[in-house]
């Protein structure tokens, strides 16, 4: 452990009060502690466990392993051949009380010879990072047809994008330069992100016709008001819906191979 890290670590340890024992006894159940006590604690409450919750409702806390119904065995921290106890509890704000799903003993575990293990299960989600949008405008390549091909190959010629006698590096910015400039022109470029479908930038006229039919099949079905036409237009929509789903299947498929082909030495 680096030592700023060992530090820290350090710090929180000698904030902890060693060897102390609060010997409180929550009990069974809350009466009068409702917001911090869940209802589901064991045996009577003593002079202790009444400390506990008043210090646990000062700071906002709440007792976990009361919050959850469960056997004797899952509630009894302490035991011995006199007697069993519930004296070890997990302490949380209450705003993060919508973390922990479950809190329990564990009978078969000890941590010394009379107290049993007490665990808890937290389900913590990682909020997602907000992607942000791009307005860089894109080549539509997904217009690109075998006559857009060649057209595009004439000009390039004409350009000399594949002549000269610079180093590799000077050579292929020029080609690349020289495509970008071409497929601009010919194949036209997005607007950016603008609102409209992911990924539509690639998509050719077939596949921008089918969605465009779904789209309208949609809104006139959900506009119509009679029952039986209703049906049928539902119909039709989940057909134009499907149809417009593989048509853009297809077109990815086609461009994950084409990348993949650039990919090989052959590329």
């Known amino acids: 452990?680096?030592?700023?890290?060992?530090?820290?670590?350090?710090?929180?340890?000698?904030?902890?009060?060693p060897n102390t024992n609060w010997n409180g006894h929550i009990g069974a159940t809350s009466n009068g502690f409702d917001d911090v006590h869940g209802g589901f604690g064991f045996g009577e409450r003593n002079g202790g466990g009444t400390s506990l919750l008043d210090f646990a409702k000062a700071f906002e806390?709440?007792?976990?392993?009361?919050?959850f119904p469960k056997k004797e065995n899952h509630l009894v921290t302490f035991?011995?051949?006199?007697?069993?106890?519930?004296?070890?509890?997990?302490?949380?704000?209450?705003?993060?009380?919508?973390?922990?799903?479950?809190?329990?003993?564990?009978?078969?575990e000890n941590l010394t010879t009379?107290?049993?293990?007490?665990?808890?299960?937290?389900?913590?989600?990682?909020?997602?990072?907000?992607?942000?949008?791009?307005?860089?405008?894109?080549?539509?390549?997904?217009?690109?047809?075998?006559?857009?091909?060649?057209?595009?190959?004439e000009k390039l010629i004409g350009m000399g994008a594949w002549s000269g006698s610079e180093d590799a590096d000077a050579m292929w910015n020029k080609a690349a330069s020289c495509i970008r400039e071409v497929a601009?022109?010919?194949?036209?470029?997005?607007?950016?992100?603008?609102?409209?479908?992911?990924?539509?930038?690639?998509?050719n006229g077939k596949v921008q016709g089918k969605v465009e039919a779904k789209k309208a099949a949609?809104?006139?079905?959900?506009?119509c008001v009679d029952e039986e036409v209703k049906w049928a237009l539902r119909k039709v929509?989940?057909?134009?819906?499907?149809?417009?789903?593989?048509?853009?299947?297809?077109?990815?498929?086609?461009?994950?191979?084409?990348?993949?082909?650039?990919?090989?030495?052959?590329?």
């Open 1 to 17: 452990m680096a030592g700023r890290n060992c530090s820290a670590a350090n710090n929180v340890t000698f904030r902890c009060p």
């Open 61 to 67: 806390l709440v007792i976990a392993n009361s919050c």
């Open 79 to 108: 035991r011995s051949s006199v007697a069993k106890t519930q004296i070890d509890y997990f302490l949380l704000r209450k705003g993060d009380r919508g973390l922990f799903k479950d809190c329990k003993v564990i009978p078969s």
């Open 114 to 153: 009379q107290h049993k293990l007490l665990v808890m299960d937290l389900e913590i989600k990682r909020a997602r990072r907000k992607k942000i949008a791009s307005d860089r405008p894109r080549i539509k390549w997904g217009g690109l047809t075998p006559a857009l091909s060649r057209e595009m190959g």
């Open 184 to 203: 601009s022109k010919v194949l036209g470029v997005s607007r950016g992100n603008f609102g409209g479908h992911k990924g539509d930038w690639w998509w």
């Open 218 to 223: 949609y809104t006139e079905w959900v506009e």
């Open 237 to 267: 929509y989940k057909m134009t819906k499907t149809e417009a789903k593989l048509a853009i299947l297809r077109l990815r498929r086609h461009f994950e191979r084409l990348y993949d082909e650039m990919g090989t030495r052959w590329g």
